[in-house]
T-cell receptor, first 114, second 113 residues
Framework: GAVVSQHPSRVICKSGTSVKIECRSLDFQATTMFWYRQFPKQSLMLMATSNEGSKATYEQGVEKDKFLINHASLTLSTLTVTSAHPEDSSFYIC??????????FGSGTRLTVV | QQQVKQSPQSLIVQKGGISIINCAYENTAFDYFPWYQQFPGKGPALLIAIRPDVSEKKEGRFTISFNKSAKQFSLHIMDSQPGDSATYFCAASISGNTGKLIFGQGTTLQVKP
């Protein structure tokens, strides 16, 4: 089955620094990757849609300059949280796939900003 | 109109019992309705999904019931087991983009031995 890997699984960073999260499709090529955010005991909220070779499309209320998304290849998308603050602490989850074969979620990245 | 409302927020069921989680939506453009299971610290995993051309879909112990006119759908977990204890999310999307999901609020299920 389709496997989506996220790295790192956990990261702690200092307030004001930037952190990069990788999302990789291990055994398939993903034309589209989605980035979601999940606060503790809450639901998943879509942040942005990333198509390979194109600029990401951000959902309303998500700051594109703060959450930089790069989808440079069919197997890798990255989310960079710039100038992180404690309120950015959350569980970040990607999903990857194609319209024909569906989408698979990654294992998630727990970001803690101190 | 983009919301998906899920209930109950939490559910406790005895082993062997039936767990029932309900969802309702407003946007009639939604035509793909998946259910996900999520364990703590993990990403959600697809359990079962339905499209509105059928009223019920069953996969093993999991069944989705779909009521198009009421704009409601539900997940039934038969013969619930302690290993089913997790958080369950319903979701909805437009089939042209099944990766772009609107999630319900989630239901934390505890199955007691």
């Amino acid at each position: 089955g389709a496997v989506v890997s996220q790295h790192p699984s956990r990261v702690i960073c200092k307030s004001g620094t930037s952190v990069k999260i990788e999302c990789r499709s291990l055994d398939f090529q993903a034309t589209t990757m989605f980035w979601y955010r999940q606060f503790p005991k809450q639901s998943l909220m879509l942040m942005a849609t990333s198509n390979e070779g194109s600029k990401a499309t951000y959902e309303q209320g998500v700051e594109k300059d703060k959450f930089l998304i790069n989808h440079a290849s069919l197997t890798l998308s990255t989310l960079t949280v710039t100038s992180a603050h404690p309120e950015d602490s959350s569980f970040y989850i990607c999903s990857a796939g194609t319209a024909n074969y569906g989408y698979t979620f990654g294992s998630g990245t727990r970001l803690t900003v101190v | 109109q983009q919301q998906v409302k899920q209930s109950p927020q939490s559910l406790i069921v005895q082993k062997g019992g039936i767990s029932i989680i309900n969802c309702a939506y407003e946007n009639t453009a939604f035509d793909y309705f998946p259910w996900y299971q999520q364990f703590p610290g993990k990403g959600p995993a697809l359990l079962i999904a339905i499209r509105p051309d059928v009223s019920e879909k069953k996969e093993g112990r999991f069944t989705i019931s779909f009521n198009k006119s009421a704009k409601q759908f539900s997940l039934h977990i038969m013969d619930s087991q302690p290993g089913d204890s997790a958080t369950y999310f319903c979701a909805a999307s437009i089939s042209g983009n099944t990766g772009k999901l609107i999630f319900g609020q989630g239901t934390t299920l505890q199955v007691k031995p």
